[in-house]
T-cell receptor
Framework: DAGITQSPRHKVTETGTPVTLRCHQTENHRYMYWYRQDPGHGLRLIHYSYGVKDTDKGEVSDGYSVSRSKTEDFLLTLESATSSQTSVYFC???????????FGPGTRLTVL | DQQVKQNSPSLSVQEGRISILNCDYTNSMFDYFLWYKKYPAEGPTFLISISSIKDKNEDGRFTVFLNKSAKHLSLHIVPSQPGDSAVYFCAASDNQGGKLIFGQGTELSVKP
């Protein structure tokens, strides 16, 4: 299994508070991704990174920002959490620009 | 606008029989397709993939078929086992920047 960890694994927060989720990899993969999973929507891409300090928006990027200052870490920040951001968040890594991605265990975020 | 669709939210199959999961796509630029399997409280795991230059790819009990003219792919599991019970996601890529587009998922239940 690819070495991907996500922290925290569970978080409950209140509307309007900032939240940062962390993804850490030990595989030295160039590409890193943040997805959210919601019933009826499958997995939707929020943001992705194709190298240190190189990031781009995905399908559902509004309300989210990311940073990647090291190859192994990719941070997802909700500047001011809303209830619509209650979801399960998955980080993924990829060696090449396509082909398979490998997923972390997920973070369940609840915004009250 | 859902570019990748899994129209069956759930499927129930008897142990030992064939499971067929379907996926349709609309973007003719997609050239690589993947299936992922997801157990509850875990991240998706890569199962099998197929390039658009092929129409079939086999890996043990799992076979993926691609019909480009119909923009349709299917995953066959033979024989189905109770441990195959999970949510299955199909995904597609157009080799533009490393993004995968996922379907909504199909929950497979294999009954003993």
């Amino acid at each position: 299994d690819a070495g991907i960890t996500q922290s925290p694994r569970h978080k409950v927060t209140e509307t309007g508070t900032p939240v940062t989720l962390r993804c850490h990899q030990t595989e030295n993969h160039r590409y890193m991704y943040w997805y959210r999973q919601d019933p009826g929507h499958g997995l939707r891409l929020i943001h992705y990174s194709y190298g240190v300090k190189d990031t781009d928006k995905g399908e559902v990027s509004d309300g989210y920002s990311v940073s990647r200052s090291k190859t192994e870490d990719f941070l997802l920040t909700l500047e001011s959490a809303t209830s619509s951001q209650t979801s399960v968040y998955f980080c993924a890594i990829g060696l090449t620009s396509y082909n398979e991605q490998f997923f972390g265990p997920g973070t369940r975020l609840t915004v009250l | 606008d859902q570019q990748v669709k899994q129209n069956s939210p759930s499927l129930s199959v008897q142990e030992g029989r064939i499971s067929i999961l379907n996926c349709d796509y609309t973007n003719s630029m997609f050239d690589y397709f993947l299936w992922y399997k997801k157990y509850p409280a875990e991240g998706p795991t890569f199962l099998i993939s197929i390039s658009s230059i092929k129409d079939k790819n086999e890996d043990g009990r799992f076979t993926v078929f691609l019909n480009k003219s119909a923009k349709h792919l299917s995953l066959h599991i033979v024989p189905s086992q109770p441990g195959d019970s999970a949510v299955y996601f199909c995904a597609a890529s157009d080799n533009q920047g490393g993004k995968l587009i996922f379907g909504q998922g199909t929950e497979l239940s294999v009954k003993p």
